[in-house]
Structure formats: C-alpha cells, structure tokens
C-alpha cells in the first residue's frame, strides 16, 4: 500500500505531546477508532509508521479512514473518561465491543418512585432503580423476591395497579391477598413504606448479618414476654432471609464488596466472567464474548470490560474490582470508578493468594469454557460453516469449495523427540475418526520434517481402491483433500509443495499458516493472502491450526510416558504403578531426569537401591 494513500497524516510537530483523546473517521464522517494517549504526539506517531510493519487490522483501519483528529484534556483521568464517553456516543467499529451472552433478568427497586416497588427486569436502564444480579434463571429472582417479601413487605404490584388503588382505596389484587405491602394496602404510610424499602436495598447489598441478628433479638424479646404471635412473625421473617441467604453462595468474609472479572481470550475471540461478590457472598453473575477486531492486549481488554460493566450512571460500583492483571491505567480507572461510586476510595487490583484467588481462577475457568462455546456455536451452524468454505475458496482462488481440509504441525523437543499430527475437517467440522500421527526418527529440521511426513502421507493417496471394484471399502487415509494446510510460513509450504510435485498428485491447493493467523502463505508468492478479519474462514483456519498443534502435543507427551516407561521397566521392581507414582511425584520426565539418587528415594516405595538403580538407568547410554 503506497504511503501517499494516508494523505491525511499530520505533520510531526503538529500532534502535541499532552494527554489526550483522538479519533480516526472515514470519508463519511464516521467514526471507526477511539483511543486515549498520555501523549498523543508518541501514540499517533504508532499509527503512521510504514504501512508493512503494521499489523494487518490496524493497517485496514488507518488506511479505510481519511481523517484523524484529537482532543488535549488536562489529565489522564479526563482522557480516560472522554474516551469513555466517545466509545458509548459514536460505537467505532474498530475497538472492542463487548457483548452479553444473553440478556440476564435482574432484581429492581424503583427507588425514584413514590412508592418503590420491586420487580423482575431485563431493562438494566430504568431511572432511578437500584439492581441486583444478574441472576441466571429469571425463577431465581422470583424466588428471592418471594422469600425476600415477608421480611421486607413492599411493594409488587404494577403502576396501574398501585394508582387505581390509591385512587379508588381499595387495596390491590396482591395486596389483598398478602403479596404487596406498599401504602394501596392501607397498613403503612408512604414514608414507613420508604423505610422498609430502604431496608431491603440494605440487607440485598450486603448488610444482611444485621437484619439477622436484630429479628433474632426480637424473636427472644418478644418470646420472654409471652408475646408468642410476634415472636413467630419474627421467626418467619428471620427464616425467609436465611432461605434467601442459602441462595447466595458464601466465598469470602462478610465484609468484602467486590467485583471479580475473569478473562480468557486469543488472537479472534475473548470471554468475561463476572462474580458479584456483596457481603462475602456471589449475589450476581454476568458472561460478555467478543469478537476482535485490533489486536489488544489483555490490559486493553480488561478497560474495555470495565467501561462496559459500569456504562451506566446507576452502575453499582463496589469497593474493589479485582482483575487477572493491572492495565497500563490501573490509577486512572480507579480514580474514575471512585468517581462513580460517590463514597470511599474503589481499588482496583490482582488476586496474589488466598479466597480471592481461589474465586479468580473459577472465574477465568467460567471464562474458558464460554469462550469454547463461543466457538463451539460457530462451527455447529451449517450456514457458518458453508461460508467458511466458500470465504476460504475466494480467498485462496480455488475452483471449489474445499470439502476436505488436512492441517500438519510438528513438534519436538530441542529438535529431539520429533513427532507431527494430521488433523482432518470435513465440510468445515473435524473428522477425529481420520486424524493420524506420525513419529520421525532423524530430521534436519521442521522443513525437513515438513517433508518426510508429507511424503508419507501422499503415498498413501495411490493405494485407494479402483472405481471398477465397487464392494472394495475405501480406507479413509487414502482420501485426497482440496486443500493441504500446513502451521507456518514460506520454508514449509516449499517444503510441502516439493513433497507434492513428486508424489505426482494435482487438484491439491496447499497453504501455510503464518504467525499472525489471517495470512496464509501460498507457494511462489511474495505476499501473503490475507483473510478478512471478521469472515469465518479466518475461525475455520483457527480451528484447524489449534487442533493440530493439540493433537501433536499429546502424541508426543503418549510417547514420552511410554519411552520413559520402557526405559524404567527394564530395573528390577519397577513396574507400571511405580512408574505412574515417579511421574507424579516429579510431575514431568525432565524432572525426574535431573534428580538425584536422594530425591528419587523420596517417592513413596521407592527405597535407597531402588532410587540409585533407577537414576543409573536413567544416565546410561
């Protein structure tokens, strides 16, 4: 791409050094990236380096926009809250975008109204209301609300239902039959109802250990002095809130208020997991998946979660959000978090040990395995995986759709141990039935390897069954694909395509797949085919390359266990068992390996003379 087409690059001198908030638009007018700078004449200048050492993404979009202007704010928090607020006004196409796996019901108050009310939401956008949540199951708010109501008796019903009672004095159907307490009813004021509803917010925050012990006093008061109907209306309200209590899982000590964001994500896709931690216990959970669009680190995705988890005035901001690490503006978000909050100072900060560590990694372990499903949901549609193919054909100029895709990758040890795997997908969906492995005794290095095992496979191509046999049952090995995929660059396509030329086999498209995922280097060119960011063939080819390097992976670790369990079966009184007992005590081969005598005696059943035979086995030859 010839540098004048960024005609619209400023002048050096003309980007000022202090903090602040730029924008790239379009020759629309629209705006397609929003960023910050602590100084924007170094971050912009990132943008306008030459075009070919720039990220494909980014390269797209400083060359789709034909604009770029800023803002000089007086502080990094003001950069950081302008960005904010441009991010939620104008939606750019080009940062990152959080979404909601599903919309998730959540518990209101209508604190704004004159009687609130408390009800089951999916709008996380009414004025005024206070929220609680998210729950997973929408019968999960109805049931804390139910329970939650005979301790705390408030209002249920509808806005039209409260004010035709308040006009024409009659109670409400709920309230008729005990399922409303506001004011319609006739039994409290409107201020006495307002107090009860702040009692209810309070105990749903978290000061539930309060409200406990005070209906616990009261249940003993009223019970020494013989007032049994009250001491059992007391005992019934304390119940309900137990009940509710049980509900809520306890993870931490009571006094912690926390937000706890776990984060998994790779070079397409991320995956956010929230716990709602109040007094020590989960009160809500939230997911969010994104599809990336820029490269970003994980310090960028953890802004991005934060400026979409308290996007709203009303946002319940606790007094610690807790993050898998520190982003670059650690001191800037939590000023502005502590400026939404209103009250005390909000840290934001890592789990190091302990409870709040244990909780994280059941967070990020949430967040992996949404992002699995994530996947998982793209490859199991038949209209996705039918553009993949027909996205995968345009791009690599193929005549047809490739049906049948095989992807290669080697692995080894230290150019030790050299193993590679074949992994097959057909019509966009893995065939594990036909994937195989292959062992390589001698190589000289991955191209080399590349090449044997190509060869190998390409001869099994010959050995398929002639069409004039019709009850002869085709082996599946001998199955040619459209498409020959192999994990890396230019050196192991020539590779490949040298193994190609002399099995003599045609009509096989072979690809390399580059370090950044959407090139694919194809044989005699000098520039990669770039696949588009958001097309599904750029999900297919991940796929195919993560299940290869899987499936080498665990071959190779298969035979480790077995080499090492050849070599140890060979000293007399190790068999199988203590094997599996001295590779879990060292947890790796290596390990074992580079132990001593002592150490090796140390596993249990392993004596002195067992531990010095097994270490000079371990060392001969």
């Not at 919309?103 to 209508?110: G, L």
């Not at 665990?554 to 266990?561: A, F, I, L």
């Not at 067992?610 to 001969?620: D, N, S």
């Amino acid at each position: 791409m010839p540098e004048q087409q960024l005609a619209y690059r400023p002048k050096p001198g003309e980007i000022p050094t202090q903090p602040g908030v730029y924008r790239f638009r379009d020759a629309q007018g629209r705006v397609l990236y929003v960023g910050k700078a602590k100084s924007l004449r170094a971050r912009l200048s990132n943008y306008f380096a030459p075009l070919r050492s720039l990220h494909e993404r980014t390269r797209r979009m400083v060359t789709t926009a034909s604009s770029v202007e800023w803002t000089v704010v007086g502080s990094d928090v003001e950069a950081l809250q302008l960005e904010y607020t441009w991010i939620k006004e104008f939606e750019p196409p080009f940062n990152v975008k959080f979404r909601d796996d599903k919309t998730y019901p959540y518990m209101a108050v209508t604190m704004a109204d004159e009687a609130p009310r408390v009800m089951v939401t999916r709008n996380p956008r009414i004025k005024g209301a206070r929220y609680f949540g998210p729950y997973p199951k929408i019968w999960a708010v109805h049931d804390t609300i139910d329970l939650m109501i005979k301790a705390f008796p408030i209002r249920t019903c509808s806005d039209s239902s409260y004010k035709r009672a308040m006009q024409s004095g009659k109670p409400c159907f709920p309230g008729q039959i005990g399922k409303c307490g506001g004011p319609c009813s006739m039994t409290v004021s409107i201020e006495e109802h307002r107090r009860i509803v702040d009692d209810f917010v309070s105990f749903m925050s978290g000061n539930d250990k309060r409200f406990t012990r005070e209906l616990q006093a009261l249940m003993k008061d009223a019970a020494e002095t013989q007032d049994y109907e009250a001491a059992a209306k007391y005992r019934d309200q304390l119940l309900s809130l137990e009940a509710v209590l049980e509900k809520s899982t306890v993870v931490m000590k009571d006094s912690v208020d926390a937000d706890m964001f776990g984060i998994e994500h790779d070079e397409l896709s991320a995956a956010v997991q929230q716990f709602v931690v109040r007094g020590g216990r989960i009160r809500g959970v939230r997911s969010w998946t994104v599809d990336k669009e820029l490269d970003v680190t994980t310090g960028d995705l953890i802004e991005g979660v934060i400026r979409t988890a308290y996007n709203s005035p009303d946002a319940d901001v606790p007094r610690e959000v807790i993050v898998p690490l520190m982003p670059d503006d650690a001191t800037e978000i939590s000023t502005w978090l502590t400026q939404l909050r209103g009250r005390g100072t909000v840290r934001l900060k890592t789990a190091q040990r302990g409870e709040k560590a244990a909780l994280m990694e059941t967070a990020v372990l949430n967040a992996k395995q949404a992002l699995i499903r994530h996947k998982t949901r793209r490859s199991s549609d038949f209209a996705t995986r039918s553009q993949a193919l027909a996205d995968l054909q345009e791009a690599l100029g193929m005549a047809e759709a490739p049906l049948r895709i095989e992807c290669y990758d080697i692995s080894h040890l230290s150019g030790t141990n050299i193993v590679a795997s074949m992994v097959v997908f057909e019509d966009g969906l893995a065939r594990k039935d036909q994937y195989r492995t292959f062992s390589i005794a001698e190589s000289t290095d991955d191209t080399d390897s590349m090449y044997q095992v190509l060869t190998r496979r390409l001869a099994h191509l010959d050995d398929a069954p002639a069409e004039t046999e019709p009850d002869a049952a085709p082996r599946r090995f001998s199955y040619p694909p459209q498409l020959l995929l192999v994990d890396g660059g230019q050196p192991q396509v020539a590779a490949a395509r040298r193994a190609l030329e002399e099995s003599g086999r045609t009509g096989i498209q072979i690809a390399g797949i580059a370090k950044r995922l959407e090139e694919l280097w194809l044989p005699d060119s000098d520039f990669p085919a770039i696949l588009p960011r958001n097309s599904e063939a750029l999900y297919l080819v991940q796929r195919l390359r993560d299940e290869a390097h899987r499936f080498a992976i665990t071959y190779q670790r298969k035979r480790r266990k077995r080499d090492i369990s050849t070599v140890l079966s060979e000293v007399p009184g190790v068999g199988p068992a203590r094997v599996k007992t001295l590779l879990t005590q060292f947890g790796s081969v290596a390990r074992l390996k580079a132990a001593s005598p002592e150490q090796i005696a140390e596993t249990p059943g392993v004596g002195p003379a067992l531990a010095q035979a097994i270490h000079a086995r371990l060392h001969t030859g």
